[in-house]
């Protein structure tokens, strides 16, 4: 009887052990993206409020009523897991996401984005499955069917994409105007 219950222990650990994976999962999953662009604007010498530009942005965005947006606030690490974190704007539309930064650095400050889609995790196990698995090139044509959008879902993604560029540049060009901001001379 001692051996069942000490079994019983260690089958007890080991679904502790699982809970505790599967919180940490649902905790830091939600955020992983497929970054496809990343973009960054600096100012030397100059820095700004992050929650301003966020509500700023948030406003802009909003005018545009653009449907199924949603816009959240989201932390990542500055450099490893248990780090400092800092305060992302998330700006998402079914499968384009965008995570905005605005942060200070040295004596200026930038404003970045990082553009992609949300992990498909179930979809890629799918996909290695069934090329390592099955043979069947119909499958294989199913699975291809199943992602694809139709071309107004593209023209959708691609007004979405530019609508929230053209909001992030708006921001950025009234804090320069309303803010003074003195931008450094490029080649461009």
């Given at each position: 009887?001692?051996?069942?219950?000490?079994?019983?222990?260690?089958?007890?650990?080991?679904?502790?052990?699982?809970?505790?994976?599967?919180?940490?999962?649902?905790?830091?999953?939600?955020?992983?993206?497929?970054?496809?662009?990343?973009?960054?604007?600096?100012f030397?010498?100059?820095?700004?409020?992050?929650?301003?530009?966020?509500?700023?942005?948030?406003?802009?965005?909003?005018?545009?009523?653009?449907?199924?947006?949603?816009?959240?606030?989201?932390?990542?690490?500055?450099?490893?897991?248990?780090?400092?974190?800092?305060?992302?704007?998330?700006?998402?539309?079914?499968?384009?996401?965008?995570?905005?930064?605005?942060?200070?650095?040295?004596?200026?400050?930038?404003?970045?984005?990082?553009?992609?889609?949300?992990?498909?995790?179930?979809?890629?196990l799918?996909?290695?499955?069934?090329?390592?698995?099955?043979?069947?090139?119909?499958?294989?044509?199913?699975?291809?069917?199943f992602?694809?959008?139709?071309?107004?879902?593209?023209?959708?993604?691609?007004?979405?994409?530019?609508?929230?560029?053209?909001?992030?540049?708006?921001?950025?060009?009234?804090?320069?105007?309303?803010?003074?901001?003195?931008?450094?001379?490029?080649?461009?």
């Amino acid at each position: 009887m001692k051996e069942v219950f000490l079994y019983m222990g260690d089958q007890e650990e080991a679904l502790i052990v699982i809970v505790a994976i599967l919180i940490l999962v649902a905790i830091f999953w939600r955020k992983k993206v497929n970054v496809s662009t990343n973009w960054v604007q600096a100012f030397v010498d100059y820095q700004f409020s992050t929650q301003d530009f966020y509500q700023m942005l948030e406003d802009l965005i909003n005018k545009r009523e653009m449907p199924n947006v949603k816009i959240n606030r989201i932390d990542y690490p500055t450099s490893h897991l248990v780090s400092e974190r800092r305060e992302y704007l998330r700006v998402a539309r079914k499968d384009s996401i965008y995570d905005i930064c605005v942060a200070p650095f040295g004596t200026g400050s930038f404003v970045s984005y990082w553009y992609g889609e949300p992990r498909k995790t179930l979809k890629q196990l799918m996909r290695r499955v069934a090329t390592t698995y099955i043979k069947n090139p119909d499958v294989h044509q199913i699975l291809d069917n199943f992602n694809n959008k139709t071309r107004y879902q593209y023209d959708t993604d691609s007004v979405f994409q530019l609508w929230v560029k053209d909001c992030i540049n708006d921001a950025i060009e009234d804090i320069k105007t309303n803010k003074g901001v003195r931008m450094p001379l490029t080649n461009e």
